[in-house]
């Protein structure tokens, strides 16, 4: 059995989907609540849904558990409730880590860019452990995946982990179906193509950055289906231990990705520019881009899908289609 906690959300249950292809059997821990999360696992029913709650209980009855891929977090980077972000974001993290060290199960787990903070080239994004300890996250919730990468290397480097089978990974901008529960936080991808549908030029924010052009602000923009991928290979490699950005490697600025919107519709190209929320100030990363040579490394070698294949796919297979879902 495979545990997915945050299997009904956007990337846990992409993940699942491939899984259950795979014939694993599967127990994912998610709320469903009343957004339509349930949708997202209408056609691949899990073995075992789990209220969050009852996660300890489940692990205490000692199921036959090979994998956990550890996806549940307070994903919102507008998130204000400290207390209740460390409960769940890094709290509930420890739990799961020690679970896996004790029962020697592999722990895969999402870690977030939005602990480099403000790095603006490339080069600051690198996923080197050596440079773990001087990230600066610019919001409550990069903090709290930056404080659990911290927590278990510090774990490591203690010798109090023996035995655990273990990765992270940074996830960047990732988008595709499945994330329609979300709200705020959709991808830019689906909210541009929702101004492109209503009529609307799509919206981007004027930039925040003296010397930064509008439109220009750029992200690593990564198809759901290549971070699936990823976390497949990283579960059939057991072998690979690290935290790991996952990216394209490639920034697109929002321009590139409001314009991939209006091919992949068949209109023309146009932008308007709408200012940026005050509450986004100061925390509003305006550039990301992953450092991919430590994954390259250690052994993953499959192409990363375009922009512009990516937006195409999501446009025409899910958004435009009558059923949206994986």
């Not at 989907?17 to 709320?31: M, N, P, Y």
């Not at 489940?58 to 507008?78: K, Q, Y």
């Not at 519709?265 to 509450?279: G, Q, S």
């Not at 305006?286 to 991919?292: G, H, I, V």
Request: net charge negative.
């Amino acid at each position: 059995m495979i545990i997915i906690t945050g299997g009904a959300g956007f990337i846990g249950s992409c993940l699942h989907k491939a899984l259950h292809a795979r014939g694993e059997q599967t127990a994912i821990v998610d709320s469903l609540g009343n957004v339509g999360k349930w949708r997202n696992l209408r056609k691949h029913v899990p073995d075992f849904l789990i209220a969050p709650q009852d996660l300890d209980a489940f692990l205490a009855s000692r199921p036959d558990v090979t994998a956990v891929f550890h996806l549940g977090a307070i994903s919102e980077t507008m998130a204000t409730d400290g207390d209740l972000v460390w409960r769940t974001n890094v709290d509930l993290s420890i739990r799961l880590m020690e679970w896996c060290a004790r029962e020697e199960v592999r722990f895969i787990y999402a870690s977030s860019a939005a602990t480099y903070g403000a790095a603006d080239r490339m080069e600051m994004f690198s996923d080197d452990p050596a440079r773990l300890e001087g990230l600066r996250p610019l919001n409550l919730y990069g903090w709290s995946k930056y404080a659990f990468d911290c927590t278990l290397m510090r774990r490591l480097a203690q010798g109090d982990l023996q035995g655990l089978s273990w990765a992270g990974l940074k996830f960047f901008n990732v988008y595709g179906p499945n994330e329609y529960h979300k709200g705020p936080m959709i991808s830019l991808v689906h909210g541009k193509y929702e101004d492109v549908r209503a009529g609307r030029a799509p919206r981007l924010f004027r930039s925040d950055r003296p010397g930064l052009p509008d439109g220009h602000q750029a992200r690593d923009f990564i198809w759901v289906g290549d971070a699936v991928a990823v976390m497949l290979w990283l579960l059939d490699h057991q072998h690979v231990h690290g935290v790991f950005n996952c990216g394209t490697g490639v920034a697109r600025t929002c321009l590139d990705l409001a314009y991939a919107v209006c091919d992949a519709a068949e209109v023309a190209r146009r932008v308007e520019f709408i200012d940026m929320p005050a509450a986004l100030h100061g925390q509003y990363q305006s550039y990301t881009c992953a450092d991919m040579a430590r994954l390259r490394t250690a052994g993953y070698d499959q192409p990363f899908v375009t922009l512009e294949e990516g937006v195409r796919r999501y446009i025409h297979d899910y958004l435009a289609a009558d059923d949206p879902y994986v």
